[in-house]
């Protein structure tokens, strides 16, 4: 039976067009840092940053069309996790952002229509993700997405791409 992702977290709701630098802004990457990172996740955007802080961890986005356009760089999927973010669930990614989140273990999925205006900051979700399909509970309610390719379930179940290339190479190293 294929593996299955498990994600429970407090919702915080966004609108389209999150960018990379509405995430996390430029003059926070020069350092890869995660704690450092998380510091200025949302700094641009104050009133994302304290509806975020307001909730308890750990939290999952629900955002609109086009998450994750902009920058190429993994800093956005890094400060996002290390602020607590364990999942995004959004209309569409961009592809780079979609992914730098495979890469760094942060599930992301793709929102069936209607999710979003269903949801309220700080509802709890629950998000089930397998090669079989998707189901989002919120609210008494379960919402169906497509499933995710067995290798992404894969590689996030164990930490993402860059976590799985780490614990290859310190075999390689016994």
């Known amino acids: 039976m294929p593996e299955e992702?498990?994600?429970r977290g407090h919702a915080l709701v966004l609108g389209d067009s999150v960018?990379?630098?509405?995430i996390i802004p430029a003059r926070f990457l020069h350092s890869t840092d995660p704690e450092y990172l998380a510091s200025g996740v949302f700094?641009?955007?104050p009133e994302?940053?304290?509806?975020?802080?307001s909730l308890p961890r750990p939290v999952v986005i629900v955002a609109g069309k086009g998450f994750g356009y902009g920058s190429s760089r993994e800093h956005a999927v890094i400060a996002?996790?290390?602020a607590g973010v364990a999942a995004v669930v959004a209309e569409?990614?961009?592809r780079i952002f979609y992914r730098n989140a495979v890469n760094n273990g942060l599930l992301v999925v793709e929102s069936p229509r209607?999710?979003?205006g269903q949801v309220r900051d700080g509802d709890m979700i629950e998000i089930r993700a397998s090669p079989l399909g998707t189901t989002i509970h919120v609210g008494g309610r379960v919402f169906k997405a497509p499933g995710l390719p067995e290798m992404v379930?894969?590689?996030l179940a164990a930490g993402g791409l860059r976590q799985v290339l780490r614990q290859l190479a310190a075999r390689g190293h016994e």
């Open 5 to 7: 992702l498990h994600v």
């Open 19 to 22: 960018d990379t630098d509405t």
């Open 43 to 45: 700094g641009n955007t």
């Open 48 to 53: 994302i940053r304290r509806r975020l802080d």
């Open 80 to 82: 996002l996790r290390a």
């Open 92 to 94: 569409s990614f961009h």
């Open 114 to 116: 209607g999710l979003r």
């Open 153 to 155: 379930v894969r590689l």
